[in-house]
Nanobody, 120 residues
Framework: VQLQASGGGLVQPGGSLRLSCAAS????????MRWHRQAPGKQRELVAT???????NYADSVKGRFTISRDNAKNTVYLQMNSLKPEDTAVYYC???????????????WGRGTLVTVSS
């Protein structure tokens, strides 16, 4: 299974970006889909989660500005980021909890990350 993240780039403060992360390969089911980020010199932090049933959770720092969504038919998760701030600058990683054929339980899979830079 491979997770491919895309959509990062350079944006001015107050701007918007939409990240995508698609899983490919042999997959039976995907439970939670998450976005994490890691800013320079800081630990990786959980930004947003969407459960298999669609329930969402957000870090306090992004509530009201970021929206996570998923397309189960495409094995894809999205992160719509609005009102971006310089402190949102980080590498954003997607993380899926999924089950492959032959596995008895869900396992975590990570994408490589996409860089978001918020600067004027």
């Amino acid at each position: 299974v491979q997770l491919q993240a895309s959509g990062g780039g350079l944006v001015q403060p107050g701007g918007s970006l939409r990240l995508s992360c698609a899983a490919s390969g042999s997959i039976l089911s995907i439970d939670a889909m998450r976005w994490h980020r890691q800013a320079p010199g800081k630990q990786r932090e959980l930004v947003a989660t969407i459960a298999g049933g669609g329930t969402t959770n957000y870090a306090d720092s992004v509530k009201g500005r970021f929206t996570i969504s998923r397309d189960n038919a495409k094995n894809t998760v999205y992160l719509q980021m609005n009102s971006l701030k310089p402190e949102d600058t980080a590498v954003y990683y997607c993380n899926f909890l999924l089950r492959r054929p032959g596995q008895s339980r869900n396992l975590e899979h990570w994408g490589r990350g996409t860089l978001v830079t918020v600067s004027s």
